[in-house]
């Protein structure tokens, strides 16, 4: 199966179209403003209308107030939410709109018990949430604690770049991969040439995963 990719921490037009072009499937919009990736709703409304079809947009917050949220969706109209901080299902689930919901690799053992908590989560985007870092860290976590054949959608994040992606990918068989400071030059400015070799390497190793018969 297909490797899905994220490139989270769009603020730019530009990267938003690289992205797509390059074979992104899906580009994160930061609307916690204590990221140095925050986009502000109209700019975010502006890159999420140049998006070519089949390219989903997703926004992204992390204990935000719900008056929030609902401003930036009815801005924006995102495809899909990723809520990445301790938001409870209960929370999630008022905005009626398919979520991912972030696991802090670093502080949850029972992966299980986590996304029985979320049962109406589209996936698990599986972060580092390295030293209190609340995303875009840069770091990874131990690939071996995803689990293989987990029921429901698994994205691998935290600290994939060009470099590590094709392992990452090889090690955990994710449903998809996300990735924000490994493609930039500057927090919140993606690089082109990164970005394309990131993609390079996850068609690589998914290429690798089919057995003769083209199963995974
Ligand atoms: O990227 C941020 O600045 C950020 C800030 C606060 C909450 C979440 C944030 N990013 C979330 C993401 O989805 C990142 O893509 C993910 O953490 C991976 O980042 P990186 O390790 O830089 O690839």
């Not at 995102?78 to 999630?92: I, K, V, Y």
């Not at 840069?138 to 689990?147: K, L």
Request: proline share 7%; with cysteine; hydrophobic share 45%.
């Amino acid at each position: 199966m297909r490797v899905r990719v994220k490139c989270c921490g769009i603020t730019r037009v530009e990267d938003a179209l690289a992205a797509s072009r390059l074979g992104a499937d899906a580009v994160g919009l930061i609307f916690t403003r204590r990221s140095p990736r925050y986009v502000d709703p109209r700019q975010a409304a502006a890159i999420r209308m140049a998006l070519p079809p089949f390219v989903t947009a997703v926004a992204l917050f992390m204990d935000d107030d719900v008056a929030w949220v609902a401003q930036v969706l009815n801005a924006v109209k995102p495809d899909l939410l990723q809520f990445h901080g301790a938001e409870p299902a209960a929370f999630c689930e008022i905005f009626a709109r398919p979520y991912l919901k972030a696991v802090p690799m670093a502080t949850v053992g029972d992966l299980g018990a986590y996304a029985a908590a979320h049962p109406r989560a589209a996936g698990f985007l599986l972060d580092a949430h390295a030293a209190g870092e609340a995303g875009g860290s840069g770091c990874t976590f131990d690939w071996t604690r995803v689990p293989r054949d987990f029921p429901r959608p698994l994205v691998l994040a935290g600290g994939l770049t060009p470099d590590n992606v094709g392992d990452a990918v090889r090690a955990t068989r994710p449903w998809g991969v996300d990735v924000s400071s490994g493609v930039e030059s500057a927090p919140g400015v993606k690089d082109e040439a990164k970005l394309r070799r990131f993609l390079d390497e996850v068609r690589r190793a998914e290429s690798g995963l089919f057995d003769a018969d083209g199963r995974g």
